[in-house]
């Protein structure tokens, strides 16, 4: 009996340790992902569809579009809620796939990571310098709560945050338009249709 | 004297109005929390920076272009030298900062790359492994004073800047900034205010040089390129005044509104 209690314990334990991911392996691992679609001798259209399936793999896509919504999420109705994470979601993989297509082949060296607290990890890395610009800091604010999960929330380059970046562009929007949340959805809409 | 005058006046009143701007904001926020940017003269901020895109667009960015053909060691030897004279608004703004060690390592840096390494051209302090060059400026030492940035401004030409900023710039010409000194009121044969000039329109387009793919990326995926350089531009200024590359992670990354996307 004793036996079947430690083999049961060792495989719960082994189960849920392999399970989870260190945030600077998963950071890693997503940068050598995208790096090795960067250096693909494909067409840039192709490059940015799959740099899109990373990126909705890997990024908290509802939890960026909050944050970038400020204190305006606190208005809407569930379905306004709706309406605007499948805006976002179709902005945000533009924007950002669009971003990263302009490098070739990047190397980004992880060397670091802090424990905020548990539900973010601050991983740390380098885009390494290259003849045409300098080496650039790029930190990655890892969302932990599930361990087994861990999703990119924001990239802070060289101490600017493009979560706050967005956030500030957002709330800019409804400010010209007098809170008008249809305006962003609108402005959200144009971008991903051009 | 009456330009004196006038500037020491403007100066006063804009970092007075400035303190008050910047206070009654910041006090109702938490302390990790980003501020918001006052937008006082938004309208005439968003016109100025239609005019600059298109000054930009018309001879800077050109020129940029232009200045990144040449050859290597003559980039890197401007950008030294630019950065050289940067130092010696650096040093008193250690000082006023009460950062005395920084102070004497950016003396002897200033010395040793002014001499041997001719005029700031060769970076030879770096090479004799100091400690990595971080500017300092009047605008940031009044913020680690505590002085608020007041309105967001978009100054013709030289792009974003706050009132408070604007306000340490003035500190710079009113006898805060040796070159400056040296260049318009030396009275010597080697400088003028034209050097001077040059010095600093030189400093603008290594600047604008090292960021040609990074602007046209930023302009090509913004919603409102007003607004994301309106945030980049005061998300750099707080983290230079609060020393961030020096500073604890725990306290940079932590954010309110973070957490609160956790309780949706």
New interface residues.
């Given amino acids: 009996m004793r036996k079947i209690i430690i083999i049961f314990l060792l495989f719960y334990l082994n189960n849920n340790y392999a399970n989870s991911i260190e945030p600077d392996v998963f950071v890693q691992s997503t940068v050598n992902r995208a790096s090795e679609i960067l250096s693909q001798n494909i067409s840039k259209e192709e490059k940015i569809e799959k740099l899109k399936s990373i990126a909705k793999e890997t990024v908290d896509i509802n939890?960026v579009g909050?944050?970038s919504l400020?204190s305006a999420?606190k208005n809407l109705d569930s379905s306004q809620k709706k309406i605007y994470l499948g805006l976002f979601e179709n902005?945000f993989l533009k924007?950002f796939s669009?971003?990263l297509s302009?490098y070739t082949n990047p190397e980004i060296n992880v060397n670091g990571k802090?424990i905020?607290n548990k539900?973010?990890t601050?991983v740390r890395s380098i885009l390494v310098a290259t003849?045409?610009?300098?080496e650039v800091k790029i930190?990655w604010?890892i969302y932990t709560?599930n361990p087994d999960d861990p999703l990119i929330?924001?990239l802070?380059i060289e101490?600017?945050?493009l979560a706050?970046?967005q956030k500030?562009?957002?709330?800019?929007?409804l400010n010209s338009n007098d809170g008008d949340i249809n305006a962003l959805f609108k402005?959200?809409e144009n971008?991903s249709n051009n | 004297m009456l330009r004196k005058l006038l500037i020491t006046i403007i100066s006063i009143f804009l970092i007075a109005s400035n303190a008050i701007a910047g206070s009654d904001g910041d006090l109702s926020m938490k302390e990790n929390e980003p501020k918001k940017i006052k937008d006082c003269f938004e309208k005439l901020n968003r016109a100025t920076f239609t005019f600059n895109q298109s000054i930009d667009k018309a001879i800077i960015k050109p020129v940029a272009k232009g200045y990144r053909k040449l050859p290597d060691p003559i980039q890197k030897g401007t950008s030294n030298a630019v950065n050289n004279l940067s130092t010696l608004i650096t040093i008193p703004n250690n000082v006023l900062q009460g950062d005395m060690k920084l102070a004497f390592i950016n003396t002897g840096r200033l010395i040793i790359n002014s001499t041997i390494g001719i005029l700031g051209i060769v970076d030879v302090a770096n090479n004799m492994g100091f400690p990595k060059y971080e500017k300092e400026d009047y605008g940031q030492t009044l913020g680690a004073w505590g002085v608020g940035p007041g309105c967001y401004l978009v100054l013709p030409v030289l792009g974003p800047s706050n009132l408070r900023d604007l306000g340490g710039s003035f500190v710079n010409v009113l006898g805060g900034d040796p070159w400056y000194n040296a260049s318009v009121h030396g009275n010597n044969e080697f400088l003028n205010e034209n050097i001077y000039l040059t010095s600093k329109a030189l400093g603008g387009i290594d600047f604008r040089s090292k960021n040609i793919e990074s602007f046209e990326n930023l302009e090509k995926n913004s919603i409102d390129f007003y607004a994301s350089v309106k945030s980049l531009y005061s998300q750099d200024r707080e983290n230079k005044i609060k020393n961030n590359q020096r500073g604890s992670i725990q306290v940079i990354y932590k954010e309110e509104d973070w957490e609160e996307i956790d309780n949706q």
């Fill in positions: 939890g909050f944050y400020g999420r902005y924007s669009s971003r302009e802090e905020i539900n973010y601050i003849s045409e610009r300098p930190d604010r709560k929330r924001d802070i101490g600017l945050s706050r970046t500030e562009e957002f709330s800019s929007i402005t959200l971008f």
